[in-house]
């Protein structure tokens, strides 16, 4: 036992000495690499301090009007602002990879629904990367709207499924569940749209839609 345990204590001070050698014998490069390592981390936060956090504030503060206009339900406006403010196209040019850029894609894509310009919803809208519980479904139920505007009942009702998925939301969730089950009825999918109207009635007792689900059921369950 102790010719083991001497044996063990000889292979680690090998192993300790060796890397003493190797330290020694490369001390300027691992200072150098430990320098580098210091630069790009001090430069990353200095880049998020000093330009990143400021570009932020400024797209956002700048995007206030354009929000304006777009709850006054000027979309135009909101779209391409004024000779004073810039409208959330121009954020978006103006501001890329920030928050509020990204945001205003949102706005973008729905202001251009509002207008009948639906390949740019369609486009902006796709672009959007919402995190939230409220925009992302939001989105993409719109894309949803935007299929149906353009014919596609099919692919509506895949962006209606899809966004009824996406969050445990009680707002969202039966609108999405709802206009999928009517899509489905567009192109005679009676099973698909039964459980989309069967999954309202189950789930969500409290949504605007649940007052009358039992008439689409009795819709679907007659066309089957």
Known sequence: MEKQIEEKNTEMGSVITRSEEFIQKNQKTLIIIVAAILVVILAIFGLRKWVFQPREVRAAEEMFAAEQWFDQGDFEKALNGDDTYRGFLSIIDNYGCTKAANLAKYYAGVANLRLGNYAEASKWLKKYHGK??????????????????????????????Q??????????????????????????????????????KDNYPESTEWSEIDRYIALAEACK
Do not use: S, W
Request: glycine share 4%.
């Open 163 to 200: 966004a009824a998925k996406m969050e445990n939301n009680y707002i969202t969730a039966p609108t999405a569940l709802f206009k999928a089950g009517m899509a489905y009825l567009m192109i005679e999918n009676n099973t698909a749209a039964l459980d989309c109207f069967q999954q309202v």
């Open 132 to 161: 939230d519980t409220f925009t992302r479904p939001l989105a993409e139920m719109m894309l949803g709207d935007v299929c149906m505007e353009q014919g596609n009942a099919k692919e509506a009702a895949t962006h209606y499924r």
